[in-house]
């Protein structure tokens, strides 16, 4: 079996003891392409790092909506400088969070940033890879209006079907992470059983919302491999069908 984990933050002090023991799991449970997404200028350069140290793993730069600053020239130019890097296939994690952020001029400066990346993905012929947490709407009006002949995918998907096939219209992609196999999960269930498989990835989102059986516990690439159970028993698939066509999306969408 040949699985992707198309999002996670290797970077995270969580894994600074052992991420080489992280990685190694991860092939022994069939993942063998890791991407792993920055979130400041600092965590871009990072995961670069990370991606040139082990073998299957890449990497996407960008500054996250949480971290959103007001950028300038040489900001791009950091980012376009680390894009260089063969092992970058992304400009990411970037988008709007409207959940923790309630402030009008700081919901301003997200969408002023988001559209910045981008145009900096366009001038760096690379897919974004889309936070957007309870900003549905906007996220969905900017890529419309701004991402035309660019490619993606919405992270951690958490809006509703209409929404979902709306991304789909523009190319984009649905990614699905731990949550799907939640008790408390309602919405994405119908959303992943209604999709075109062709329009799917998984995702861990390490080391944030582990899934289940492992809730609670620090997330990591290897437990991927749950929510692509849970993906084929919601759409009466096998396992080894759901591993064949979410691996081909991510070769797609990242040219991996």
Known sequence: MNLVDTHCHLDDEKFSEDLAEVVNRARESGVNRIINFGDRLATSNRVVEIAREFDGLFAGVGIHPEEAFQMQKSDDERIIQLAEDSHVVAIGEIGLDYYWEKDSDRRKLQREIFIRQIDLARQLHLPICVHDREAHGDTIEILKREAHGIRGVLHCFSGSLEIAM?????????????PITFKNSKKLPEIVREIPRDFLLIETDSPYMSPTPNRGKRNEPAFVKFVAEKIAEIRGESLDEVARYTTRNAEDLYSI
């Open 166 to 178: 709306e991304a789909i219209k523009l190319g984009f992609f649905i990614g699905v992470d731990g």
